[in-house]
């Protein structure tokens, strides 16, 4: 399995950006689909926010940040990043990081390895 670590979180203002990074430990990163998810203040579940495929070309997204968030890979890094622009008080939760392989369902059942989270506040 491959070690995960995000950071970027923080306090913001609603309205702000934030960009999450996820740093992957060993030599197969490159082989994993990626996802970002979230657990928001009281939920059981964690949400699922964005995907990208092993490759980058297959990318989606949750429809609550479909053209605000953006997620892309550094293969040569081994990190995947999570951009959000146009934060809102409803985006605060712990961001997770998720990765497996071969993903065609996104949610986290999906990934059997996780990150700690990072946490992101956006105030009104």
């Known amino acids: 399995q491959v070690q995960l670590v995000e950071s970027g979180g923080g306090l913001v203002q609603a309205g702000g950006s934030l960009r999450l990074s996820c740093a992957a430990s060993g030599r197969t990163f490159s082989t994993y689909d990626m996802g970002w998810f979230r657990q928001a203040p009281g939920k059981e579940e964690r949400e699922f926010v964005a995907?990208?495929?092993?490759?980058?070309?297959?990318?989606i997204y949750a429809d609550s940040v479909k053209g605000r968030f953006t997620i892309s890979r550094d293969n040569a890094k081994n990190t995947v990043y999570l951009q959000m622009n146009s934060l809102k008080p409803e985006d605060t939760a712990v961001y997770y990081c998720?990765?497996?392989?071969?993903?065609?369902?996104?949610?986290?059942?999906?990934?059997?390895?996780w990150g700690q989270g990072t946490q992101v506040t956006v105030s009104s």
């Open positions: 998720a990765a497996d392989h071969s993903v065609f369902q996104y949610r986290a059942s999906s990934f059997g390895s």
């Open positions: 995907f990208i495929s092993w490759r980058g070309g297959r990318t």
